[in-house]
């Protein structure tokens, strides 16, 4: 039995043939505004990091330094 001919086989390598031709014909720039989001949202990520960092050290220096009599 060759399971290469295997109709469950025929169909899948059919139906990947028919995708992988279709991605190689489609427009090629079609995903690069998905990549330019994701930088773009990763380096507003990077500058929300920052800030959160800055305004915790800012309060956690002003919290230690309150005179609490002990």
Known sequence: MNLLNDPTLVYLRAVLGTRVHRLRTEDRTRGAS???????????AAIALAIGA????????????INTGT
């Open 34 to 44: 998905a990549i330019e989001w994701a930088i773009i949202t990763a380096i507003l």
């Open 54 to 65: 800055t305004i915790m050290s800012k309060i956690k220096s002003k919290a230690d330094s």
